[in-house]
């Protein structure tokens, strides 16, 4: 199939248009310049056809012969070159088809015919009239026989250069262009230099095309070589990214995570979340207190520093209660666009254990209720907060002799015994706490006497109650004395208010024989006045 836009068929169309042009225009010229010649050339015959009859006809005018007047003229009309002719001198006149020539508009050119003897004499007058209709039609025949034999020997020039050019330039280039087109990049083919061009432009240039291929296929080679590395060092990272255990996720500013792994996917699923590629900006709707996590890391990301802390996590599961230590820093591209990069690891293991620490701190392994750390940090906070409550300090009768008789198993028992009552007679806002030894402490909910006595009652029956170890069929009961403080009303301090319950403790234990059913004594600043005012007498 020819292509029409291939370089063979333009430049054969670019030669043949350029031949017509040049053929057209020289043959054009060659016409004219014939036309030309064989007008000049009729012009001259019929000047050289008069000289031929020019000394008959001054014999014919010198001696008035009418005849040999004649024979001139029609020797001259005898030419196709020449439509009339006449002669005209004082004696003789003589003409053939001259009413034709004027009818017809043909200008005569006039000869004078001189003295044969006297040749500066003239003695008639000769008028030949050209047949210019017969001089231009061979004109114009010869002109378009040379036009015809131009046309004829451009077209064989033409076709000759044509083929020359296309053997010489078209079919290598063409060849050269295949070559170059079947080339796949950065492999070893490479193009032939074409016959009889090694020195040629043709064969400049396919060297230059082979060089060019050569740095193309070196630029492959490195180029393939990088991709690979690249491949390689892409899937080693997204193994390590994938089964990364810490949640990561790559996300933009407005909140659509472009990327995450396998970790995040669990986490959420953990904690009842759906899938979706949008939790809110910086991740705000997976944490129970977003406008915390959002205030750090803005301040941090606004200080170009990373964020970091610790968060719990909001589930929609009973059971899940998840705590993140959340890693975000921002990134920015090479194009500009914003990126934040969001670890979070799940440290609830962690925060449980520390949980677990916090409450062995704060409660007593033996009872399960709060041990003395963990009341004085309610008393301080119940303090700090400005509570009205009531402080009952609690001191077990009978507890030393249990431990004497029956060990401090059974001691331990006991303690377990007037915890449990405790925690079930005092009310839903009481706390109750192991003060240490057999000391127990109260925290109430009262601002007066009377809803203290209530409590108190119900508690002291309960602790009264009949105990029995082992298969002892002996019952054993313990007792209690209770010193009563109510904060602020008795003192704002809390040293003090410890103290004057203490004391008052001590004053009810002094009942527990004589009146056991005054076993609550409510305190007051005078008590603690009193004593400190013995204390000081007994070392005076």
């Given at each position: 199939?020819?292509?029409?836009?291939?370089?063979?068929?333009?430049?054969?169309l670019?030669?043949?248009?350029a031949?017509?042009?040049?053929?057209?225009?020289?043959?054009?010229?060659?016409?004219?310049?014939?036309?030309?010649?064989?007008?000049?050339?009729?012009?001259?015959?019929i000047?050289?056809?008069?000289?031929t009859?020019?000394?008959t006809?001054s014999?014919?005018a010198?001696l008035?012969?009418?005849?040999?007047a004649?024979?001139?003229?029609?020797g001259?009309?005898k030419?196709?070159k020449?439509?009339?002719a006449?002669?005209?001198?004082e004696?003789?006149y003589?003409?053939?088809n001259?009413?034709?020539?004027?009818?017809?508009?043909?200008?005569p050119?006039?000869?004078?015919v001189?003295?044969?003897?006297?040749?500066?004499?003239s003695?008639?007058?000769?008028n030949?009239?050209?047949?210019?209709?017969?001089?231009?039609?061979?004109?114009?025949a010869?002109?378009t026989d040379?036009?015809y034999?131009?046309?004829?020997?451009a077209?064989?020039?033409?076709?000759?250069a044509?083929i020359i050019?296309?053997?010489?330039?078209?079919?290598?280039?063409?060849?050269?262009?295949?070559?170059?087109?079947?080339?796949?990049?950065?492999t070893?083919?490479?193009?032939?230099v074409?016959?009889?061009?090694?020195?040629?432009?043709?064969?400049a240039?396919?060297r230059?095309?082979?060089?060019?291929?050569?740095?193309v296929?070196?630029?492959f080679?490195q180029?393939?070589?990088?991709r690979e590395e690249?491949?390689?060092?892409?899937?080693?990272f997204?193994?390590?990214?994938?089964?990364a255990k810490s949640?990561?996720?790559?996300m933009?500013?407005?909140?659509?995570?472009?990327?995450?792994?396998?970790?995040?996917?669990?986490?959420?699923?953990?904690i009842g979340?759906?899938?979706?590629q949008?939790?809110?900006?910086?991740?705000?709707?997976?944490f129970?207190k977003?406008?915390?996590?959002?205030?750090?890391?803005?301040?941090?990301?606004?200080?170009?520093?990373f964020?970091?802390g610790?968060?719990k996590l909001?589930?929609?599961?009973?059971?899940?209660v998840v705590?993140?230590q959340?890693?975000?820093?921002?990134?920015l591209?090479d194009d500009?666009?914003?990126?934040?990069?969001?670890?979070l690891n799940?440290?609830s293991s962690?925060?449980?254990?520390l949980?677990?620490?916090?409450?062995?701190?704060?409660?007593?392994s033996?009872?399960g209720?709060?041990?003395?750390?963990?009341?004085?940090?309610l008393i301080?906070?119940?303090?700090?907060?400005?509570?009205h409550?009531a402080?009952?300090?609690?001191d077990?009768?009978?507890?030393?002799?249990?431990?004497?008789?029956?060990?401090?198993?059974?001691?331990d028992?006991?303690?377990?015994?007037?915890?449990?009552?405790?925690?079930e007679?005092?009310r839903?806002n009481d706390v109750?706490?192991?003060?240490?030894?057999?000391?127990?402490?109260?925290l109430?909910?009262?601002?007066?006497?009377?809803?203290v006595?209530?409590?108190i009652?119900k508690?002291?029956?309960?602790?009264?109650?009949?105990?029995y170890?082992?298969?002892n069929?002996e019952p054993?009961?313990?007792?209690?004395s209770?010193?009563?403080?109510?904060?602020p009303?008795?003192?704002?301090?809390?040293?003090?208010?410890?103290k004057l319950a203490?004391i008052?403790?001590y004053?009810?234990?002094?009942n527990?024989?004589?009146?056991?059913?005054?076993?609550l004594?409510?305190?007051?600043?005078?008590q603690?006045?009193?004593?400190?005012?013995k204390?000081k007498?007994?070392?005076d």
């Amino acid at each position: 199939m020819i292509n029409i836009y291939g370089l063979g068929v333009r430049f054969s169309l670019f030669l043949v248009i350029a031949s017509m042009l040049v053929v057209l225009t020289t043959a054009e010229f060659f016409y004219r310049a014939t036309y030309e010649h064989e007008i000049n050339e009729a012009n001259s015959d019929i000047e050289e056809l008069y000289q031929t009859v020019a000394a008959t006809a001054s014999i014919s005018a010198f001696l008035e012969d009418e005849d040999l007047a004649k024979e001139a003229i029609n020797g001259l009309v005898k030419s196709d070159k020449i439509l009339a002719a006449s002669i005209k001198s004082e004696a003789v006149y003589y003409q053939v088809n001259v009413t034709e020539a004027i009818n017809k508009g043909t200008k005569p050119r006039e000869f004078v015919v001189r003295h044969p003897f006297i040749p500066e004499e003239s003695l008639a007058e000769v008028n030949v009239y050209p047949n210019f209709d017969h001089i231009i039609e061979q004109a114009e025949a010869i002109s378009t026989d040379n036009n015809y034999s131009l046309y004829v020997e451009a077209i064989v020039v033409g076709v000759v250069a044509l083929i020359i050019t296309y053997y010489i330039i078209i079919a290598p280039m063409i060849r050269v262009g295949r070559s170059l087109h079947e080339i796949k990049p950065g492999t070893k083919q490479r193009i032939d230099v074409p016959d009889y061009h090694a020195k040629s432009e043709i064969g400049a240039l396919v060297r230059d095309t082979n060089q060019l291929l050569n740095k193309v296929e070196e630029q492959f080679t490195q180029e393939r070589q990088l991709r690979e590395e690249i491949q390689f060092l892409e899937k080693r990272f997204r193994m390590l990214f994938e089964n990364a255990k810490s949640a990561t996720v790559l996300m933009k500013k407005d909140g659509f995570i472009e990327l995450r792994n396998k970790a995040f996917n669990d986490l959420t699923e953990k904690i009842g979340q759906h899938d979706k590629q949008d939790y809110g900006e910086l991740l705000e709707q997976l944490f129970e207190k977003p406008h915390e996590v959002k205030g750090a890391l803005t301040e941090a990301f606004a200080r170009n520093e990373f964020a970091t802390g610790e968060y719990k996590l909001k589930s929609h599961t009973q059971d899940a209660v998840v705590w993140v230590q959340l890693i975000a820093s921002p990134l920015l591209t090479d194009d500009g666009e914003q990126y934040y990069q969001l670890t979070l690891n799940d440290i609830s293991s962690r925060k449980h254990e520390l949980q677990k620490l916090a409450l062995q701190a704060d409660f007593d392994s033996l009872t399960g209720i709060y041990n003395r750390n963990g009341g004085e940090k309610l008393i301080t906070k119940l303090v700090s907060k400005g509570h009205h409550f009531a402080l009952a300090l609690i001191d077990l009768n009978g507890f030393k002799a249990v431990n004497d008789i029956y060990g401090h198993d059974a001691g331990d028992e006991v303690l377990i015994f007037v915890a449990d009552q405790l925690k079930e007679k005092i009310r839903k806002n009481d706390v109750s706490i192991r003060w240490g030894g057999d000391e127990f402490v109260l925290l109430l909910q009262a601002e007066d006497e009377e809803s203290v006595q209530k409590v108190i009652s119900k508690v002291n029956k309960g602790v009264m109650q009949p105990f029995y170890f082992n298969d002892n069929n002996e019952p054993t009961v313990v007792s209690m004395s209770v010193g009563v403080a109510f904060y602020p009303h008795t003192t704002r301090d809390v040293d003090t208010l410890i103290k004057l319950a203490d004391i008052a403790m001590y004053k009810a234990k002094q009942n527990k024989v004589s009146a056991p059913e005054d076993y609550l004594i409510f305190a007051d600043k005078e008590q603690l006045t009193a004593k400190e005012s013995k204390q000081k007498s007994e070392v005076d």
